[in-house]
């Protein structure tokens, strides 16, 4: 078996990259990044065919063990089922497509080598997150990301701006990170393992016996592990309330913004969630409490998005927004559409992207929507690819991707086992909120007058992958169509193995068409609203601008959670570290200094040299062991 | 046992090849013999081999621990080209000496009675009082040498005390006898397995038994020290476990405390002091003496694993020394001394040597990813399963102690310059070892089931 | 027969005290022979025979002549400057001495402690060897009985202490040679 050379090949690809860097040309360093990660995603496919064909059965590899403590024994192990592979084709592929990408955007850049070494970093360890065959070896990976994710923020560190962007996006993570790993001590403390097999087998386990009263940590302790990992989701995937980094995130190159912060990494939350689902079936609070965040983040984000200028920043909202339809799905139970979401999410958002990287890229790196316009003829093949894409995400009814995967979402809403009408509507109003913001920024950016004059035109090396992810978009929805439209299953019946498939309350099929069709009408009726007030209309707006400006910036600024956490945390540390400038704790460690100096010429004090001063010493020694020998 | 003999051997051949002036041929065919002795030994594995009516017994302890310190003298021979020219003409009595030294570790390893260890230990002293003293001109190494004979002498006087003790208590040397005798009330047992103890520690340099240690490694030829701090504190401490486990396991109760207030007082020995040492030598001296009180935890854990636990260490203990005192030596002979600040702009000179201490001082030290974690974390993990939590919270305790005084050669080499720094030329023996040890620091810091389930 | 042994063991403490306090070497060299002598005569009583008589001729015969005879090949000069230093002082021995005499004083009551709380006659292996016959009368021939265990029983030992002294041997070599060839 040969699945470890998904992730060696990156990180072979990273170490060439980063020991040799100096010294490669940037040709060079384009074929060794662009050639592993390539070489990665067709062994991706080579091994996904042989799953395939075969017996579907779940591989495990065991490449080494890698200690051995007390019976606990974490091997590097990888594992590779219908979940992992669904991961681990999205990874490869499109991190490859983002890698031919990058030869064009970053060629002018003097970074290019060390841009690639990062990014081929990032791919070997999200492989290595996706592809875990214990938790230990998750959270290797997890932090692997985290730390790619912060250098390539931080990419232009020049920019102060860029570096604490880096690290607000680090440290905020990091509380989600913490959550994570008191989760993993519980669980470990709970089951002494942190196999994932094995604990999906004890939750499950439990689940058929007396549910969580026969888990061995008790229901409370479920809860709690449920909790804490969903903590570490929230962080990663930029979920309220840990959400504020992703925005600042996009001080990024875009192509990282694209591969990292929308298609991959964000979604390791995602990912954690469905992969440890057992624990959460066993802990009905913390579905709850999943599916509550995913309503509050998509809508917090959808509005937010509405009121944003710069293009990244919109697409950054967006993001949020749609990974909040994926919690919601999470919390749904729907366990396949929230990894269907992600599926489809990644190629029109990694297009989005890559498309908005090519328009700042020839606007001369212009990011604000409302100094662009007119560009549909100017660059008509970003165009075409980005109105797709656009379509995509707003989830244009029957012929895009996005629109099958976020259909199932919201009928699983209504109709799933923990669905509700409140919840239906929250996500109905957000696809409402997606349509109007996507089609607001397509049509500032493309319609209109040009405001800003094109310098230059995107090569091959960038249109090409637009293109291919544009029909990924649209076609990538039709392996699971909803049973009333033609009932195709194939990516749900591929992932049952894995995955639970939820539960109706209702089958009733009037219902569904009408969701279906109450969800396309939003969508038509938002892309209109943004058409009627951002091209036919556009002096309405001055007047609502007006009328509701205080709401429009509250929007703006992310619902004023950056000036919440500053006053709230931000500020009262600051205050606390400047009043406590000479640190009262320190005195102790400058006391623990002192001694160990006194302690050091006392002892400096033996080295005298004279032989007789040892002599006596070791007599001494040696009569006090003596001494003791009569005494015990 | 065929290894000890071909030890043995050799240093007569070795002896005879000086006699006769083929000079060029002395270290080819040491290397060759000490091959020979290594797979010789390794022969042997699984075997369990009683010699001689049972004065020795090679087990897989026996085996393992022989081969460790063949390979290490492997390893200090392929630095020792050109090295031991430079003090004399008569290169062929280190080499003789050496091997002498060698055998008698193995010999320490593989005994099975008290007989045996004492010859075993007189064999590698020996050696090594001369060895220590080898610069005849240079006054510090006669005293070392001197030091080191007098120390030993009265370290002896406990050993041969302890051993007769015990002797009138059993009525036995052989360890097994000892271990069945059931005499672990006696007051005589008792004395004599503290007398030994004693004895051992001054070999292994365990405070306060220690004094010894930085003023002998530090008059010694750097060559020497790194034999001292590798094959001897190896074999000294094979010795003492193998006695304890085999002999006295049972009495373990009482002679307990006695290595756990032993442990403490040599870690606060070792790393206190070693804390503003700025000699390097010096510095090693004492981080060997802090050593041999992470090594005392595995011996209070007498079990199972606790020789598994000492093998891992002493690996990875010996690597690292073997690559800290080359580049000691090195650095001395290139800039006139061993003084820390001789260290500076080593980085920028020489980003191999620069790099390859790092790593060294990071196994000393303890960090992740090098052998020498593992050492720590074995021996931690077995004297925790034996309850003694409160000493593996002083021993972490010093570790972090040791940081700060390892960190102070990576801090030097790094982050201070040196304006009129040349590049150190390195010989191609140098460069070898230097490569062998960098690659098996981290190989063993990745994959340490490599050696911890030898055992 | 008790009385002999009394007075030997009299005769070995007070000049093993004397070796330790003198202040001059060439006595305390004289009486350490007398301690050596004197301890041999103990081995007889304990039926060691052959040991007393090794005793006599190694240490007896060979160590204490070497060690006058390192006395007399010392520098004259070196030797007047020590016996001045210390003619100044007490006879025996000084205040600075008092924290080793206490320590050696208290190493003897550990010692004493131990010999005291010993029950010499239990001792399992004696009872062991006492039935099995294993024991010593005094008529054998000791010499043989040394030489046979040293070819059949102790022969690794006998053979392996042949390295130690082969070390030995070239250590002394290469630290005493002349110095005048490097």
Same mark, same amino acid.
Request: glycine content about 8%; aromatic content about 14%; proline content about 3%.
């Given at each position: 078996?040969?699945?470890?050379?998904?992730?060696?090949?990156?990180?072979?690809?990273a170490?060439?990259l980063i020991?040799?860097g100096s010294?490669l040309?940037k040709?060079?360093a384009g074929?060794?990044g662009?050639?592993?990660?390539?070489?990665?995603?067709?062994?991706?496919?080579?091994?996904?065919?042989?799953?395939?064909?075969?017996?579907?059965?779940?591989?495990?590899?065991?490449?080494?063990?890698?200690?051995?403590?007390?019976?606990?024994?974490?091997?590097?192990?990888?594992?590779?089922?219908?979940?992992?592979?669904?991961?681990?084709?999205?990874?490869?592929?499109?991190?490859?497509?983002i890698h031919?990408y990058s030869t064009g955007y970053m060629a002018r850049d003097e970074g290019f080598n060390r841009f690639f070494a990062y990014l081929n970093l990032f791919v070997?360890s999200?492989?290595?997150?996706?592809?875990?065959?214990?938790?230990?070896?998750?959270?290797?990976?997890?932090e692997g990301v985290g730390l790619c994710s912060y250098l390539l923020i931080g990419f232009w560190y020049q920019d102060p701006a860029n570096g604490a962007a880096a690290r607000k996006a680090f440290i905020v993570t990091r509380i989600?990170?913490?959550?994570?790993?008191?989760?993993?001590?519980?669980?470990?403390?709970?089951?002494?393992?942190?196999?994932?097999?094995?604990?999906?087998?004890?939750?499950?386990?439990?689940?058929?016996?007396?549910?969580?009263?026969?888990?061995?940590?008790?229901?409370?302790?479920?809860?709690?592990?449920?909790?804490?990992?969903?903590?570490?989701?929230?962080g990663k995937?930029a979920?309220?309330?840990l959400q504020t980094w992703l925005p600042d995130a996009m001080a990024g190159p875009t192509p990282v913004s694209a591969l990292i912060h929308a298609a991959t990494m964000v979604?390791?939350?995602?990912?954690?969630?469905?992969?440890?689902?057992?624990?959460?079936?066993?802990?009905?609070?913390?579905?709850?409490?999943?599916?509550?965040?995913?309503?509050?983040?998509?809508?917090?984000a959808?509005?937010s998005a509405?009121c944003q200028s710069d293009l990244k920043r919109v697409l950054a909202y967006s993001t949020i927004?749609?990974?909040?339809?994926?919690?919601?799905?999470?919390?749904?139970?729907?366990?396949?559409?929230?990894?269907?979401?992600?599926?489809?999410?990644?190629?029109?958002k990694a297009?989005l992207f890559l498309g908005a990287g090519a328009i700042i890229e020839s606007l001369h790196h212009e990011q604000n929507i409302f100094r662009m316009?007119?560009?549909?003829?100017?660059?008509?093949?970003?165009?075409?690819?980005? /109105?797709?894409?656009?379509?995509?995400?707003?989830?244009?009814?029957?012929?895009?991707?996005?629109?099958?995967?976020?259909?199932?979402?919201?009928?699983?809403?209504?109709?799933?086992?923990?669905?509700?009408?409140?919840?239906?509507?929250?996500?109905?109003?957000?696809?409402?909120?997606?349509?109007?913001?996507?089609?607001?920024m397509?049509?500032?950016t493309?319609?209109?007058?040009?405001k800003t004059p094109v310098t230059h %035109?995107p090569?091959?090396a960038m249109?090409?992958?637009?293109?291919?992810?544009?029909?990924?978009?649209?076609?990538?929805?039709?392996? *699971?169509?909803?049973?009333?439209?033609?009932?195709?299953?194939?990516?749900?019946?591929?992932?049952?193995?894995?995955?639970?498939?939820?539960?109706?309350?209702?089958?009733?099929? /009037?219902?569904?068409?009408?969701?279906?069709?109450?969800?396309?009408?939003?969508?038509?009726?938002?892309?209109?609203?943004?058409?009627?007030?951002?091209?036919?209309?556009?002096?309405?707006?001055?007047?609502?601008?007006?009328?509701?400006?205080?709401?429009?910036r509250?929007?703006h600024s992310g619902?004023g959670f950056d000036r919440l956490y500053d006053s709230?945390l931000i500020q009262?540390y600051t205050?606390?570290a400047?009043?406590?400038?000479?640190?009262?704790?320190?005195?102790?460690?400058?006391?623990?200094?002192?001694?160990?100096?006194?302690?050091?010429?006392?002892?400096?004090?033996?080295?005298?040299? !004279?032989? %007789?001063?040892?002599?006596?010493?070791?007599?001494?020694?040696?009569?006090?062991?003596?001494?003791?020998?009569?005494?015990? | 046992?065929?290894?000890?003999?071909?030890?043995?051997?050799?240093?007569?051949?070795?002896?005879?090849?000086?006699?006769?002036?083929?000079?060029?041929?002395?270290?080819?065919?040491?290397?060759?013999?000490?091959?020979?002795?290594?797979?010789?030994?390794?022969?042997?594995?699984?075997?369990?081999?009683?010699?001689?009516?049972?004065?020795? /017994?090679?087990?897989?302890?026996?085996?393992?621990?022989?081969?460790?310190? !063949?390979?290490?003298?492997?390893?200090?021979?392929?630095?020792?080209?050109?090295?031991?020219?430079?003090?004399?003409?008569?290169?062929?009595?280190?080499?003789?000496?050496?091997?002498?030294?060698?055998?008698?570790?193995?010999?320490?390893?593989?005994?099975?009675?008290?007989?045996?260890?004492?010859?075993?230990?007189?064999?590698?002293?020996?050696?090594?009082?001369?060895?220590?003293?080898?610069?005849?001109?240079?006054?510090?190494?006669?005293?070392?040498?001197?030091?080191?004979?007098?120390?030993?002498?009265?370290?002896?006087?406990?050993?041969?005390?302890?051993?007769?003790?015990?002797?009138?208590?059993?009525?036995?040397?052989?360890?097994?006898?000892?271990?069945?005798?059931?005499?672990? *009330?006696?007051?005589?047992?008792?004395?004599?397995?503290?007398?030994?103890?004693?004895?051992?520690?001054?070999?292994?340099?365990?405070?306060?038994?220690?004094?010894?240690?930085?003023?002998?490694?530090?008059?010694?030829?750097?060559?020497?020290?790194?034999?001292?701090?590798?094959?001897?504190?190896?074999?000294?401490?094979?010795?003492?476990?193998?006695?304890?486990?085999?002999?006295?396991?049972?009495?373990?109760?009482?002679?307990?405390?006695?290595?756990?207030?032993?442990?403490?007082?040599?870690?606060?020995?070792?790393?206190?002091?070693?804390?503003?040492?700025?000699?390097?030598? %010096?510095?090693?001296?004492?981080?060997?003496?802090?050593?041999?009180?992470?090594?005392?935890?595995?011996?209070?854990?007498?079990?199972?694993?606790?020789?598994?636990?000492?093998?891992?260490?002493?690996?990875?203990?010996?690597?690292?020394?073997?690559?800290?005192?080359?580049?000691?030596?090195?650095?001395?002979?290139?800039?006139?001394?061993?003084?820390?600040?001789?260290?500076?702009?080593?980085?920028?000179?020489?980003?191999?040597?620069?790099?390859?201490?790092?790593?060294?001082?990071?196994?000393?030290?303890?960090?992740?990813?090098?052998?020498?974690?593992?050492?720590?974390?074995?021996?931690?993990?077995?004297?925790?399963?034996?309850?003694?939590?409160?000493?593996?919270?002083?021993?972490?305790?010093?570790?972090?102690?040791?940081?700060?005084?390892?960190?102070?050669? !990576?801090?030097?080499?790094?982050?201070?310059?040196?304006?009129?720094?040349?590049? !150190?030329?390195?010989?191609?023996?140098?460069?070898?070892?230097?490569?062998?040890?960098?690659?098996?620091?981290?190989?063993?810091?990745?994959?340490?089931?490599?050696?911890?389930?030898?055992? | 027969?008790?009385?002999?042994?009394?007075?030997?063991?009299?005769?070995?403490?007070?000049?093993?005290?004397?070796?330790?306090?003198?202040?001059?070497?060439?006595?305390?060299?004289?009486?350490?022979?007398?301690?050596?002598?004197?301890?041999?005569?103990?081995?007889?009583?304990?039926?060691?025979?052959?040991?007393?008589?090794?005793?006599?001729?190694?240490?007896?015969?060979?160590?204490?002549?070497?060690?006058?005879?390192?006395?007399?090949?010392?520098?004259?000069?070196?030797?007047?400057?020590?016996?001045?230093?210390?003619?100044?002082?007490?006879?025996?021995?000084?205040?600075?001495?008092?924290?080793?005499?206490?320590?050696?004083?208290?190493?003897?009551?550990?010692?004493?402690?131990?010999?005291?709380?010993?029950?010499?006659?239990?001792?399992?292996?004696?009872?062991?060897?006492?039935?099995?016959?294993?024991?010593?009368?005094?008529? *054998?021939?000791?010499? *043989?009985?040394?030489?046979?265990?040293?070819?059949?029983?102790?022969?690794?030992?006998?053979?392996?202490?042949?390295?130690?002294?082969?070390?030995?041997?070239?250590?002394?070599?290469?630290?005493?040679?002349?110095?005048?060839?490097?």
């Amino acid at each position: 078996m040969t699945l470890w050379l998904i992730p060696a090949l990156p990180y072979l690809g990273a170490l060439i990259l980063i020991l040799a860097g100096s010294k490669l040309s940037k040709q060079m360093a384009g074929i060794i990044g662009c050639g592993s990660m390539g070489l990665s995603a067709l062994w991706t496919g080579v091994t996904g065919i042989a799953f395939l064909s075969g017996g579907r059965e779940p591989v495990r590899l065991q490449l080494w063990e890698w200690f051995d403590v007390a019976g606990w024994n974490p091997g590097v192990t990888l594992y590779f089922d219908s979940l992992s592979l669904v991961f681990t084709f999205v990874i490869t592929f499109v991190g490859f497509l983002i890698h031919v990408y990058s030869t064009g955007y970053m060629a002018r850049d003097e970074g290019f080598n060390r841009f690639f070494a990062y990014l081929n970093l990032f791919v070997g360890s999200m492989l290595m997150l996706v592809l875990a065959d214990n938790l230990l070896l998750l959270y290797l990976g997890w932090e692997g990301v985290g730390l790619c994710s912060y250098l390539l923020i931080g990419f232009w560190y020049q920019d102060p701006a860029n570096g604490a962007a880096a690290r607000k996006a680090f440290i905020v993570t990091r509380i989600g990170d913490t959550a994570f790993a008191i989760g993993l001590f519980m669980l470990f403390q709970t089951l002494g393992t942190l196999n994932i097999g094995a604990i999906l087998a004890e939750a499950g386990s439990a689940l058929s016996g007396d549910g969580a009263a026969s888990w061995p940590g008790g229901p409370a302790g479920a809860t709690a592990i449920a909790l804490l990992l969903v903590g570490g989701a929230v962080g990663k995937s930029a979920q309220i309330p840990l959400q504020t980094w992703l925005p600042d995130a996009m001080a990024g190159p875009t192509p990282v913004s694209a591969l990292i912060h929308a298609a991959t990494m964000v979604t390791a939350g995602v990912y954690l969630i469905a992969r440890m689902h057992g624990i959460f079936e066993l802990s009905p609070v913390s579905m709850q409490v999943v599916s509550l965040i995913g309503t509050i983040t998509l809508l917090v984000a959808g509005c937010s998005a509405l009121c944003q200028s710069d293009l990244k920043r919109v697409l950054a909202y967006s993001t949020i927004s749609q990974i909040g339809y994926m919690f919601l799905a999470l919390g749904l139970g729907a366990w396949s559409a929230a990894i269907f979401h992600f599926f489809t999410h990644a190629f029109f958002k990694a297009l989005l992207f890559l498309g908005a990287g090519a328009i700042i890229e020839s606007l001369h790196h212009e990011q604000n929507i409302f100094r662009m316009g007119g560009l549909r003829k100017e660059l008509p093949v970003v165009f075409i690819t980005f /109105l797709i894409g656009s379509a995509s995400l707003a989830a244009l009814p029957l012929v895009t991707a996005g629109f099958f995967s976020k259909d199932q979402i919201l009928w699983m809403a209504f109709a799933g086992e923990h669905g509700s009408l409140g919840l239906w509507i929250a996500a109905s109003v957000g696809a409402f909120l997606t349509a109007l913001y996507t089609f607001r920024m397509v049509f500032v950016t493309f319609w209109g007058e040009t405001k800003t004059p094109v310098t230059h %035109r995107p090569g091959k090396a960038m249109t090409i992958p637009l293109i291919i992810l544009a029909l990924f978009s649209l076609l990538a929805g039709f392996i *699971e169509v909803p049973h009333n439209l033609g009932h195709i299953t194939l990516f749900s019946s591929f992932l049952a193995s894995v995955l639970p498939s939820p539960e109706l309350i209702t089958d009733s099929l /009037l219902m569904e068409w009408m969701s279906q069709a109450a969800a396309a009408l939003l969508t038509l009726g938002g892309i209109g609203l943004a058409y009627e007030y951002y091209v036919r209309n556009p002096q309405s707006l001055a007047g609502m601008k007006r009328n509701t400006g205080a709401l429009q910036r509250f929007f703006h600024s992310g619902f004023g959670f950056d000036r919440l956490y500053d006053s709230l945390l931000i500020q009262p540390y600051t205050w606390l570290a400047r009043v406590n400038r000479r640190d009262i704790t320190d005195s102790l460690y400058t006391g623990l200094a002192r001694f160990s100096i006194w302690l050091h010429r006392q002892s400096a004090q033996t080295q005298t040299g !004279i032989l %007789r001063h040892y002599l006596l010493g070791a007599a001494i020694g040696a009569l006090i062991i003596l001494t003791i020998s009569i005494f015990i | 046992m065929t290894s000890l003999i071909i030890v043995s051997v050799l240093a007569v051949a070795v002896l005879y090849l000086g006699l006769f002036k083929y000079k060029t041929a002395l270290l080819p065919v040491s290397v060759t013999g000490l091959l020979a002795a290594a797979a010789m030994a390794a022969m042997d594995w699984d075997l369990e081999k009683m010699y001689f009516s049972e004065m020795m /017994l090679f087990d897989n302890y026996a085996v393992a621990f022989s081969i460790l310190l !063949i390979l290490t003298t492997l390893l200090i021979f392929g630095l020792s080209r050109n090295y031991f020219e430079k003090i004399s003409n008569n290169v062929a009595e280190y080499y003789a000496l050496m091997l002498f030294a060698l055998a008698g570790g193995v010999v320490m390893v593989s005994f099975h009675n008290l007989a045996m260890l004492f010859i075993g230990i007189e064999i590698l002293s020996i050696s090594l009082y001369v060895l220590a003293g080898i610069r005849r001109k240079d006054p510090a190494s006669n005293e070392a040498s001197l030091k080191y004979f007098l120390m030993g002498a009265f370290a002896t006087g406990f050993l041969l005390f302890g051993t007769a003790l015990i002797y009138g208590a059993t009525g036995s040397f052989n360890l097994a006898a000892i271990a069945s005798s059931g005499a672990f *009330e006696s007051a005589l047992f008792r004395a004599g397995v503290l007398l030994m103890m004693v004895g051992l520690s001054f070999k292994v340099s365990v405070a306060p038994f220690h004094t010894w240690t930085p003023d002998v490694y530090e008059g010694s030829p750097g060559l020497i020290a790194m034999f001292m701090a590798t094959v001897v504190k190896t074999a000294g401490f094979a010795a003492f476990l193998r006695l304890f486990l085999m002999a006295f396991a049972e009495a373990s109760a009482f002679w307990a405390i006695t290595v756990a207030i032993l442990c403490i007082l040599t870690l606060f020995a070792g790393n206190i002091t070693a804390v503003f040492q700025d000699r390097f030598k %010096r510095l090693l001296a004492w981080s060997s003496v802090s050593h041999a009180g992470y090594l005392l935890l595995a011996i209070l854990a007498v079990g199972f694993s606790a020789s598994s636990a000492v093998l891992v260490y002493t690996i990875a203990y010996s690597l690292a020394s073997v690559a800290a005192f080359g580049i000691m030596i090195l650095v001395s002979r290139a800039r006139g001394n061993d003084h820390l600040d001789s260290f500076n702009g080593l980085a920028r000179t020489n980003p191999f040597l620069a790099f390859t201490l790092t790593l060294a001082v990071c196994s000393l030290a303890g960090i992740p990813l090098t052998a020498g974690f593992f050492g720590k974390f074995y021996v931690f993990k077995v004297a925790l399963a034996q309850g003694y939590t409160w000493l593996v919270v002083l021993a972490v305790i010093n570790a972090m102690i040791g940081i700060y005084y390892y960190f102070k050669v !990576i801090i030097a080499m790094y982050m201070k310059e040196n304006a009129n720094a040349v590049a !150190i030329q390195l010989n191609p023996g140098f460069r070898l070892v230097l490569s062998i040890v960098v690659f098996l620091i981290f190989l063993f810091g990745i994959f340490p089931g490599l050696i911890a389930n030898i055992l | 027969m008790t009385a002999i042994f009394y007075i030997l063991a009299g005769i070995m403490l007070a000049a093993a005290c004397y070796v330790a306090v003198s202040r001059d070497i060439a006595r305390a060299v004289f009486c350490f022979f007398g301690v050596l002598f004197a301890m041999a005569g103990l081995y007889i009583f304990a039926l060691a025979d052959f040991v007393a008589v090794t005793q006599i001729l190694v240490y007896a015969g060979g160590v204490v002549v070497l060690m006058i005879f390192a006395l007399m090949l010392t520098d004259k000069q070196l030797l007047e400057n020590i016996r001045r230093g210390e003619s100044s002082g007490p006879r025996l021995f000084r205040a600075r001495a008092l924290p080793s005499i206490l320590l050696a004083l208290a190493v003897f009551a550990v010692l004493l402690q131990v010999i005291t709380a010993v029950d010499w006659g239990n001792m399992a292996w004696r009872h062991e060897a006492v039935a099995a016959g294993n024991r010593i009368t005094g008529h *054998e021939n000791m010499v *043989e009985n040394v030489g046979v265990n040293l070819m059949t029983r102790y022969l690794l030992p006998f053979e392996v202490i042949s390295v130690f002294l082969l070390a030995a041997l070239i250590g002394a070599a290469y630290l005493a040679r002349g110095r005048t060839n490097n």
